[in-house]
């Protein structure tokens, strides 16, 4: 089932067990009432699988303050370490479906660096209230906690993301963010694409699809291909790192190389063996984005 161009929305969903009824429910609707299979597909599109109280299992030590920040109609979760007063901060960013404790390895090396890690779980996400959310959300999300942190006089060093938060990391330094440097973990390339490989997956006719981009869009005040390599590369100033494995079956190799090649002077470095979320634990991917960001 799984081809080289729609990789990410087949694994993704095929990893969960209440994708075959979701798929057969959707299709039926759709029969029936075109509507509202659109109302169905929307929600699920943007519902955060696997379910957000899977990331709240994790521990956290007596060391890490935790906030909770209300954000539009849900909260974001903030997580930081006691630093001294001038180090500089540096946003750490999950991805979709994941949490901020997989962010843990490359916080805990930043911090022995003497920087401030900042871990943000977004709406909808791990302990963070919210029910549904998506790309805009993200960086919306990543502009407001950047905004409140130069509010209290931090400095931003980098913002480091993964997966679609690598996506909306992006968008939001194209858009003005104020990080030094950038670091793009694992980040897919088009969300417009992937409307079309969660339809495929769902077994939605084109209507469907079309009229959930339109929504998205509409909703949201933007159109999908603004947020592409293409579209944000020429306009990020940052210093910029990408890291992608050569067999993630999540986002492609090729996503995080058309970041690079956006991106003015951005480099990449290439794993193997990786996948798409072993490389936030990797000890040599830690080291090199650890280096990278503490220059």
Do not use: C
């Not at 509202?36 to 303050?65: I, S, V």
């Not at 996400?125 to 919210?130: D, P």
């Amino acid at each position: 089932m799984t081809n080289a161009s729609q990789p990410a929305a087949v694994t993704y969903y095929d990893t969960h067990g209440l994708t075959r009824w979701l798929r057969w429910g959707l299709r039926a609707i759709e029969q029936v009432s075109p509507s509202l299979a659109l109302r169905g597909a929307y929600r699920l599109f943007g519902t955060p699988l696997p379910l957000k109280w899977l990331g709240r299992h994790h521990a956290w030590t007596a060391n890490w303050q935790t906030e909770r920040w209300l954000f539009e109609r849900a909260s974001l979760t903030v997580y930081s370490l006691p630093a001294a007063a001038d180090a500089p901060s540096v946003l750490l960013l999950h991805g979709w479906g994941g949490h901020a404790a997989q962010m843990l390895p490359l916080a805990q090396a930043l911090a022995a660096r003497g920087l401030r890690p900042v871990l943000v779980e977004m709406p909808a996400h791990g302990r963070s209230a919210g029910q549904t959310s998506n790309l805009p959300q993200f960086t919306r999300a990543m502009e407001y906690v950047s905004a409140r942190l130069l509010q209290e006089g931090q400095q931003l060093q980098a913002v480091v993301a993964h997966s679609l938060a690598a996506n909306a990391a992006a968008f939001a330094l194209a858009r003005g963010l104020p990080a030094a440097k950038l670091v793009l973990l694992a980040p897919p390339a088009s969300p417009r694409q992937y409307t079309h490989q969660f339809a495929h997956i769902f077994g939605l006719g084109d209507a469907v699809r079309t009229g959930l981009q339109q929504r998205l869009e509409a909703r949201e005040g933007i159109v999908l291909t603004e947020l592409e390599p293409a579209a944000v590369g020429p306009r990020i100033r940052a210093q910029t790192l990408v890291v992608h494995d050569r067999g993630d079956r999540v986002n492609r190799f090729a996503d995080g190389q058309a970041y690079s090649e956006a991106i003015h002077n951005a480099r990449l470095v290439a794993t193997q063996g990786l996948g798409h979320r072993r490389i936030l634990q990797d000890p040599q991917v830690v080291a090199e984005v650890t280096a990278f960001v503490a220059a």
